[in-house]
């Protein structure tokens, strides 16, 4: 397969008309520790269409073109010299991310270490829109948040791809959940676990919300600064969506001038949390297939669903891709990229 063709969704150049559409492209042979994978469907991210927008251009380079997308589920069609964990027909699910491999395609290649078997009792599209919404409401809550039983967290936009997952991740975890959402989804979004849920259009979060541990932030734009004032002192804000921070700059090791510029723009949101004893920070998600399977456990347990807004044929992704930028997906946004996948969801 490696030298052979295959088609991909790629864009071509950064900017407002990044040149997106399908190609044909090839792969090299799996590396020692990768495993080359059919593709089957590809869960779509936010990030996804920032990316070729030029968002993250200076901290998060790739080779262009450059295949979109970055979560998926497949079986492995092949396997490098090293690789122990998996063989030929495993099905699978991986994260792509910050990796030059994207999941928008027939085929790609996937590091080991960033795969888990995919859950037994989800099909290909459930099961792809899992691994980037888990492993970031994962590294957020859990390892980062240190999320305890008893206290209480606030996830806005609770009927998003993160947030209707990081809500059955933080109810799992023993939290208490407030989140934000519109009126038409208040009753769903009660359904996935929220303790709390706030209609944003009459009940502004921060009239409503005090002595909180913790706030996942999910959404882009002004009320990043109005979360310090819901927090209880010693709280935290784990930001998705920036300002990026000096500490993700340091760990992306990120030169001088760049690492300035980040610590500019993260000062304001910095100096209202230090004024209200909270703490700030910027999470960039990473792979990791060892989080993967923890969570595959809960899944394959019943403690966490996934849930999906709509799949679209690999031949519509640039519809798909619309359909989530227009910011009103409840929940994940899937591709199938195997056509027959379509007459069984």
């Known amino acids: 397969m490696e030298n052979k063709t295959h088609r991909a969704f790629t864009f071509k150049r950064y900017g407002k008309q990044p040149q997106s559409g399908f190609q044909s492209i090839t792969l090299p042979a ?19 269409n920032m990316i070729p927008a030029g968002i993250f251009k200076l901290v998060l380079p790739l080779t262009l073109p450059a295949v ?28 792509t991310f910050d990796s030059d491999y994207g999941s928008l395609s027939e085929f790609t290649l ?18 792809a829109s899992l691994p ?27 009927a998003g791809g993160i947030g209707s997952l990081a809500i059955q991740l933080a109810k799992l975890s023993g939290a208490t959940v407030a989140t934000t959402t519109s009126s038409g989804n208040v009753e769903w979004v009660s359904r996935l676990g929220a303790d709390r849920v706030l209609d944003y259009t009459r009940q502004p979060f921060e009239a409503e919300l005090r002595d909180y541990d913790l706030v ?21 804000i784990i930001s ?15 030169n001088v001038i760049i690492t300035a510029i980040v610590g500019l723009l993260s000062r304001r949101i910095k100096r209202l949390a230090k004024k209200r004893g909270v703490a700030y920070s910027f999470l960039f998600v990473r792979p990791d297939g060892q989080q993967l399977r923890q969570i595959v456990q809960s ?24 359909h989530l930028q227009q910011g009103h997906a409840k929940g994940k946004v899937v591709v199938a990229v195997k056509p027959d996948l379509l007459s069984r969801a």
Do not use: C, H
């Open 30 to 48: 799996p590396a020692a520790d990768q495993l080359l994978v059919e593709v089957y469907a590809a869960g779509l991210n936010p990030i996804d």
């Open 68 to 95: 979109i997308g970055s979560d998926l589920a497949g079986i492995v069609v092949a396997t490098g010299s090293q690789v122990t964990r998996f063989k030929p027909g495993d099905a699978i699910i991986a994260s």
């Open 240 to 254: 998705l969506v920036g300002p990026l921070d000096v500490g993700f700059a340091r760990a992306r090791r990120l």
């Open 216 to 236: 996942l932030a999910t959404l882009r734009g002004d009320e990043i600064e109005k979360y310090p004032d819901i927090l209880r002192p010693g709280g935290r």
């Open 299 to 322: 899944v394959e347990a019943g403690d966490i669903r996934p849930v999906i807004d709509s799949v679209f044929p690999f031949d519509e992704a640039a519809a798909a891709l619309l």
């Open 110 to 127: 996937v590091n080991e270490t960033a795969a888990a078997l995919k859950p037994v009792n989800l099909d290909f599209i459930q099961a």
């Open 132 to 158: 980037m919404v888990s492993l970031t409401a994962w590294q957020a809550l859990i390892e980062r948040g240190g999320l305890q039983p008893g206290q209480k967290v606030f996830i806005p936009a609770g």
